[in-house]
C-alpha cells in the first residue's frame, strides 16, 4: 500500500510538471525560432537594400556587412544576379545559383525560409529574399512583391547554421528535465514520508492481527490514526480482550478439570487391578484387563490436556539448558523399555562445545518423552532409534528423532500435529493423539519449531529446532 500511495502521489505530480513545464518549454522554443528567422530575415532584407541601390558605396557597403555578419555571426551571405547565372559585385556568384529557392524568388519575389526539417530545424536555415531596383525597394517592405519580373535585379540568401540554437534549445529542454527529476526526486521522498504516516495505524493494525495469529492474546493495538481506523483499532482490542479473557476461562476449566480427574482414575485403576487380581475367570479377568487399558489411556488424555493447558498459559519462561545433558538423561529412562523390545537408541551428533538452548522448565523432557514415546510405538522389534543433537546455526541447535517405522504420508504429515488425532502404531497400543500437539505447542513457545519429514531408509524423522542462548556460557559436555 505504501507503494501505491507514493506511485499515485508521484505521478500527480509529473502530471502537474508536464501540464506547466511542457507547454512552456515548447513556446519558448517557438519563440526562438521565431525570433531567429526574423532577425535573419530581417538581415537578409538590408542587405537587398544596398545591393538594390546600385551605387558604389552601397556595393561597398554590403560587402563589408557581408564579411561582418559571417565573422559575428554563424552564417553566411549569398548573391546571384536576376539570371541566375551571374554573379553581382562586390559578392562572388555562389557555388549552386541554380538552387530552387534562388529560382522561386527570381522567378516570383517570394521570400522563401527554410529550417531543412520538419522536426524544429535542420543544421541550417536558409533564407532567401529578392533584390529590387532602388525605386522600388520600398515598396518592398511596405507591399509584396511585384508580379513583374523585370523589377526584380537579383537574390540575396543567409545561410544561418542552428548549432547555437540546438544549444540553446538543450539548455531550455534540460533544464526542465533536470529540474522535473528533482521536483519528482523530492515528490517521491515527501511521498514516502506521507504515506507511511498514513498507513502506520494500518501497519500497527496488521502487527497486533499477525501477533493475534501466532497465539499472542495480549496483542492489542494502539488507538491513533485517522477517526476510521481509531474505531476499527477499538473494535479489534475489544475482540480480542473479550476472546482473551474467554481462552483463559477455558483453560483454567481445562487445567481444573484434568487435575481433578487424575484421582477418581487413579482410583478407579488401582480398584480394577484389586479385581483382577480376585477372579480366576477368563473372561472377566479379560473384560477387567480391558477396561484397565481404557483407564490408562484415559489418564494419558487427562495428562495431556493437563500439560496443553499449562503450555498455553505459558507460566514460564525460557532457561538456559544443556541439550546434550539432557538428552542422555532422557535416553537413560527410554532404554529400558526399548530394551524389553530389542530396539536401540543411539545418539549421534555433536558432543563438545554444543551452545545451550533455550527452553522452558520441564519443557523439553515432555516434548523428548512424547517424541521418544512415539518412535518407540512404531518402531519394529530388533528396529532402532537413532537420536541427533547438532548445531543448525549461530542461534540455533537442532534435535532430530529418526525411527525405522512405516513413516507418515504427506497428507498424514500435515495433520500429525492436530489435537487428538492418532496414527497408526505397530504395538497395538492406542495414544491419546495430544503427543506431537504438546511438541509443537512447548516448542513453539520456547521460540523454536517442529518438522516432520521422511527418514532416510525409511520411517518418519522429527526435526526440532532450538534457540540458543547468545549470551550464556557454552557447555562443554564430557
Same mark, same amino acid.
Given at each position: 500500500?505504501?507503494?501505491?500511495?507514493?506511485?499515485?502521489?508521484?505521478?500527480?505530480?509529473?502530471?502537474?510538471?508536464?501540464?506547466?513545464?511542457?507547454?512552456?518549454?515548447?513556446?519558448?522554443?517557438?519563440?526562438?525560432?521565431?525570433?531567429?528567422?526574423?532577425?535573419?530575415?530581417?538581415?537578409?532584407?538590408?542587405?537587398?537594400?544596398?545591393?538594390?541601390?546600385?551605387?558604389?558605396?552601397?556595393?561597398?557597403?554590403?560587402?563589408?556587412?557581408?564579411?561582418?555578419?559571417?565573422?559575428?555571426?554563424?552564417?553566411?551571405?549569398?548573391?546571384?544576379?536576376?539570371?541566375?547565372?551571374?554573379?553581382? &559585385?562586390?559578392?562572388?556568384?555562389?557555388?549552386?545559383?541554380?538552387?530552387?529557392?534562388?529560382?522561386?524568388?527570381?522567378?516570383?519575389?517570394? =521570400?522563401?525560409?527554410?529550417?531543412?526539417?520538419?522536426?524544429?530545424?535542420?543544421?541550417?536555415?536558409?533564407?532567401?529574399? &529578392?533584390?529590387?531596383?532602388?525605386?522600388?525597394?520600398?515598396?518592398?517592405?511596405?507591399?509584396?512583391?511585384?508580379?513583374?519580373?523585370?523589377?526584380?535585379?537579383?537574390?540575396?540568401?543567409?545561410?544561418?547554421?542552428?548549432?547555437?540554437?540546438?544549444?540553446?534549445?538543450?539548455?531550455?529542454?534540460?533544464?526542465?528535465?533536470?529540474?522535473?527529476?528533482?521536483?519528482?526526486?523530492?515528490?517521491?521522498?515527501?511521498?514516502?514520508?506521507?504515506?507511511?504516516?498514513?498507513?502506520?495505524?494500518?501497519?500497527?493494525?496488521?502487527?497486533?492481527?499477525?501477533?493475534?495469529?501466532?497465539?499472542?492474546?495480549?496483542?492489542?493495538?494502539?488507538?491513533?490514526?485517522?477517526?476510521?481506523?481509531? =474505531?476499527?483499532?477499538?473494535?479489534?482490542?475489544?475482540?480480542?480482550?473479550?476472546?482473551?479473557?474467554?481462552?483463559?476461562?477455558?483453560?483454567?476449566?481445562?487445567?481444573?478439570?484434568?487435575?481433578?480427574?487424575?484421582?477418581?482414575?487413579?482410583?478407579?485403576?488401582?480398584?480394577?487391578?484389586?479385581?483382577?487380581?480376585?477372579?480366576?475367570?477368563?473372561?472377566?479377568?479379560?473384560?477387567?484387563?480391558?477396561?484397565?487399558?481404557?483407564?490408562?489411556?484415559?489418564?494419558?488424555?487427562?495428562?495431556?490436556?493437563?500439560?496443553?493447558?499449562?503450555?498455553?498459559?505459558?507460566?514460564?519462561?525460557?532457561?538456559?539448558?544443556?541439550?546434550?545433558?539432557?538428552?542422555?538423561?532422557?535416553?537413560?529412562?527410554?532404554?529400558?523399555?526399548?530394551?524389553?523390545?530389542?530396539? =536401540?537408541?543411539?545418539?549421534?551428533?555433536?558432543?563438545?562445545?554444543?551452545?545451550?538452548?533455550?527452553?522452558?522448565?520441564?519443557?523439553?523432557?515432555?516434548?523428548?518423552?512424547?517424541?521418544?514415546?512415539?518412535?518407540?510405538?512404531?518402531?519394529?522389534?530388533?528396529?532402532?532409534?537413532?537420536?541427533?543433537?547438532?548445531?543448525?546455526?549461530?542461534?540455533?541447535?537442532?534435535?532430530?528423532?529418526?525411527?525405522?517405522?512405516?513413516?507418515?504420508?504427506?497428507?498424514?504429515?500435515?495433520?500429525?500435529?492436530?489435537?487428538?488425532?492418532?496414527?497408526?502404531?505397530?504395538?497395538?497400543?492406542?495414544?491419546?493423539?495430544?503427543?506431537?500437539?504438546?511438541?509443537?505447542?512447548?516448542?513453539?513457545?520456547?521460540?523454536?519449531?517442529?518438522?516432520?519429514?521422511?527418514? &532416510?531408509?525409511?520411517?518418519?524423522?522429527?526435526?526440532?529446532?532450538?534457540?540458543?542462548?547468545?549470551?550464556?556460557?557454552?557447555?562443554?559436555?564430557?
Amino acid at each position: 500500500m505504501i507503494r501505491r500511495l507514493i506511485v499515485s502521489y508521484v505521478l500527480l505530480v509529473a502530471v502537474a510538471l508536464a501540464a506547466f513545464t511542457v507547454p512552456v518549454a515548447f513556446t519558448l522554443t517557438a519563440q526562438l525560432r521565431g525570433d531567429t528567422e526574423e532577425s535573419v530575415r530581417r538581415e537578409a532584407t538590408t542587405m537587398a537594400l544596398l545591393l538594390g541601390d546600385g551605387d558604389e558605396p552601397a556595393r561597398q557597403a554590403l560587402a563589408r556587412m557581408a564579411g561582418a555578419y559571417a565573422d559575428e555571426t554563424p552564417g553566411t551571405v549569398e548573391v546571384v544576379a536576376a539570371d541566375g547565372r551571374s554573379a553581382m &559585385p562586390p559578392l562572388p556568384l555562389p557555388a549552386h545559383p541554380d538552387d530552387p529557392a534562388f529560382g522561386a524568388t527570381l522567378a516570383h519575389g517570394r =521570400t522563401t525560409v527554410d529550417w531543412g526539417s520538419r522536426l524544429v530545424w535542420g543544421p541550417e536555415l536558409v533564407v532567401t529574399v &529578392p533584390v529590387y531596383a532602388r525605386r522600388e525597394a520600398a515598396e518592398t517592405v511596405a507591399a509584396p512583391a511585384p508580379a513583374t519580373a523585370d523589377r526584380i535585379v537579383g537574390a540575396v540568401r543567409v545561410r544561418y547554421e542552428t548549432a547555437d540554437l540546438s544549444d540553446r534549445l538543450w539548455r531550455i529542454w534540460g533544464f526542465r528535465a533536470i529540474l522535473a527529476i528533482g521536483v519528482l526526486a523530492v515528490a517521491a521522498g515527501l511521498g514516502a514520508i506521507v504515506a507511511r504516516l498514513l498507513t502506520r495505524p494500518l501497519r500497527q493494525l496488521n502487527d497486533m492481527a499477525s501477533r493475534f495469529g501466532d497465539g499472542d492474546l495480549t496483542a492489542r493495538s494502539p488507538v491513533t490514526g485517522p477517526q476510521e481506523t481509531q =474505531t476499527l483499532a477499538r473494535t479489534l482490542n475489544q475482540g480480542a480482550e473479550r476472546l482473551d479473557t474467554l481462552v483463559a476461562s477455558q483453560r483454567i476449566f481445562v487445567a481444573d478439570a484434568s487435575h481433578q480427574l487424575r484421582t477418581p482414575l487413579t482410583a478407579l485403576r488401582l480398584s480394577l487391578d484389586n479385581i483382577a487380581d480376585g477372579v480366576d475367570d477368563g473372561f472377566v479377568r479379560e473384560d477387567v484387563d480391558q477396561a484397565t487399558a481404557e483407564v490408562v489411556r484415559m489418564s494419558r488424555l487427562v495428562s495431556g490436556l493437563l500439560v496443553l493447558a499449562r503450555a498455553e498459559a505459558k507460566v514460564s519462561a525460557p532457561e538456559p539448558l544443556a541439550l546434550r545433558e539432557l538428552v542422555e538423561e532422557r535416553l537413560k529412562v527410554w532404554r529400558p523399555a526399548a530394551d524389553e523390545r530389542g530396539v =536401540t537408541i543411539l545418539l549421534t551428533g555433536e558432543a563438545d562445545d554444543l551452545p545451550p538452548v533455550l527452553a522452558g522448565p520441564g519443557n523439553l523432557d515432555q516434548v523428548l518423552d512424547n517424541v521418544l514415546s512415539n518412535a518407540l510405538e512404531v518402531s519394529p522389534d530388533g528396529g532402532t532409534i537413532t537420536v541427533r543433537v547438532e548445531t543448525g546455526g549461530p542461534e540455533e541447535a537442532v534435535l532430530e528423532v529418526l525411527d525405522e517405522g512405516p513413516g507418515m504420508s504427506a497428507a498424514e504429515q500435515a495433520r500429525a500435529f492436530d489435537r487428538f488425532w492418532r496414527g497408526q502404531g505397530l504395538t497395538g497400543r492406542s495414544g491419546s493423539g495430544l503427543g506431537l500437539a504438546i511438541v509443537k505447542q512447548l516448542v513453539t513457545d520456547d521460540g523454536g519449531g517442529v518438522a516432520l519429514r521422511d527418514a &532416510p531408509g525409511g520411517g518418519l524423522c522429527v526435526r526440532i529446532r532450538l534457540r540458543t542462548a547468545a549470551d550464556a556460557p557454552r557447555w562443554i559436555t564430557p
